[in-house]
DNA sequence: GTGACACAGTGCTGCCGATCACATCCGCGC
DNA sequence: GCGCGGATGTGATCGGCAGCACTGTGTCAC
């Protein structure tokens, strides 16, 4: 079995023969870079885990201008809330990369949850912890300015996505600066003037959809 | 029983005899306003159920300003993160008013998650839910201005806690304006400028920690 | 009744960041 | 290689809101 999903708390507390009958319960979606899992509104109680890429939650406000609640990257889950308290979906579902994930029907997950508490409790566990960064996002955008919230940003990519290498942190979150920004609440045009601001003090380097941290000290400092 | 306590996600999977049940492994507080359940960086793994009064949960930045990141009245659950995902606690409760609330322990709830697979259900769907308003929220922190997250507060508030009465509905919500500041993230003056704007349009009357509405459609498209 | 104190109302000033308006730049199809 | 569309970089302008400095107002203690 997967490695990656190994790690996904819907599987974490499984020993190898029930994650794998888990496993076959669930179907393969695959999705190219602007393809939607679903959207806002819809109807649909599945709930899907990342297997590989990554995939942005977003809003769209009356007015056409978009917000993004989060980029869900593997072993994350996506879909669970409709799930769990039925009803149409709140966001909608995008990828931003090559992706594939594996869907799993409410009807075919409820058997598991009343056989084995430890998929609820490692359910509640991870909607736990989502709520709780939730809750910290929103504290940012009430306390921080856009700087520090990019900055912010940033370091939690790169901790979720990013590698050692001997020049710094490289950080691939395939995300547009227009994304970005989406992501933190701010316009394109300000972003782009503090990551700019960022590489002219050497704190990191910019690539197309990727970043290199060069000092997270004063990266960490800034978004405080 | 508490017909409050029978609304409650946590008892409402129950019937009556395993709800007294559970109802007598919990332990009763009682605070006045201002006291505090817990701080922010504590240790602890109990959850609550209020049964009377309100409780805000609010966050200190490092440099001491405050956000509030909910109001929870009869009926709701507080500190039920810490309880799921071990980790101290990310905010502080404080009374708003005078608050009865009954506290269960991680120990004492194990047992009934394992074998009533309905309430970790009821407690998914609780978690679910509560993560789909903090999303809405945080998406009227992008969307909207002041005075719009101001109406939309009012609203919300209305809507757990407002009495129908000849003149309009009575929102009781024991909130200084300073406090519906954090709440919307916003400074006091700013608020206060919104409200008395509201007031003189007509769309509501102030009162001392509370509102009378007069308009919620007005109110309500002001709020989009 | 009279401080005292917390809460509420309101103008003024300055600044952060949205918006607009461009000027590149870069990857890709043909 | 040429052109085209999407993405990026950067200045100029403008408005919303925070911050400050006050002035009312209500409520409690004594």
Redesign the pocket.
């Known amino acids: 079995m997967d490695d990656v999903l190994r790690r996904a708390p819907l599987f974490a507390a499984l020993d190898d023969e029930q994650a794998a009958e888990l496993r076959a319960s669930m179907t393969e979606v695959t999705l190219a870079r602007g393809d939607s899992l679903f959207h806002e509104g819809d109807p649909g109680d599945r709930l899907y885990v990342v297997t590989e890429g990554k995939v942005k939650l977003h809003r769209t406000s009356p007015d056409g201008r978009e917000n993004m609640l989060a980029v869900v990257g593997p072993g994350e889950l996506i879909g669970e809330l409709s799930l769990f308290d039925p009803g149409p979906r709140t966001a909608t579902a995008t990828a931003l990369t090559e992706v594939k994930l594996l869907g799993l029907g409410h009807g075919d997950l409820q058997p598991w949850l009343n056989v084995r508490p430890e998929v609820s409790t490692a359910l509640l566990r991870a909607v736990a912890r989502r709520l709780r960064r939730t809750n910290d996002v929103m504290s940012d955008l009430v306390f921080s300015?856009?700087?520090g919230r990019v900055a912010k940003a940033l370091l939690d990519l790169s901790r979720r996505f990013g590698v050692q290498s001997e020049e710094g942190i490289h950080v691939v979150h395939d995300l547009?600066?227009?994304e970005l920004a989406q992501l933190v609440?701010?316009?394109?045009?300000?972003v782009?003037?503090a990551?700019?601001d960022f590489a002219g003090r050497g704190w990191l380097r910019?690539e197309?959809?990727a970043v290199i941290l060069l000092d997270v000290e004063r990266l960490a400092k800034r978004s405080r």
């Open positions: 300015d856009v700087p547009t600066q227009e609440g701010a316009s394109r045009e300000t782009n003037k990551l700019a910019l197309a959809r």
